[in-house]
């Protein structure tokens, strides 16, 4: 079955960085749109950054725009984000998630859009 496993959240202090990884297997990973979405506590879900399936197209949200940055590596079916200039307000569970829509080809922002998710990695931001 498909699986998707986030890694390397953790305690930062502000203005430092974490690099988050999602290993996939069960699925031509080559053939997937990812991204990354966060939920902090109280608040929904929300999209952070896409990579189409070949990685050269990328989409970020505003509150990070400039501050982190995703990529794939196809050949290790793994996606990563890189996450610089932390702040208090990055704290959340970080998910990354896989879509075949539009054989991949596009970067898509909205949760009903992906069948596969991870189960999260926690991110806390100290003050």
């Known amino acids: 079955q498909v699986q998707l496993v986030e890694s390397g959240g953790g305690l930062v202090q502000a203005g430092g960085s974490l690099r988050l990884s999602c290993v996939a297997s069960?699925?031509?990973?080559?053939?997937?749109?990812v991204s990354w979405f966060r939920q902090a506590p109280g608040k929904e879900r929300e999209f952070v950054a896409g990579?189409?399936?070949?990685?050269?197209?990328?989409y970020y949200s505003d509150s990070v725009q400039g501050r982190f940055a995703i990529s794939r590596l196809n050949a290790k079916n793994t996606a990563y984000l890189q996450m610089n200039s932390l702040k208090p307000d990055d704290t959340a569970v970080y998910y990354c998630a896989a879509t075949n829509s539009e054989n991949g080809v596009l970067v898509l922002t909205a949760e009903i859009d992906f069948p596969y998710w991870g189960q999260g990695t926690q991110v806390i931001v100290s003050s």
């Open positions: 069960g699925l031509s990973f080559r053939d997937y749109a």
């Open positions: 990579t189409n399936w070949g990685g050269a197209s990328t």
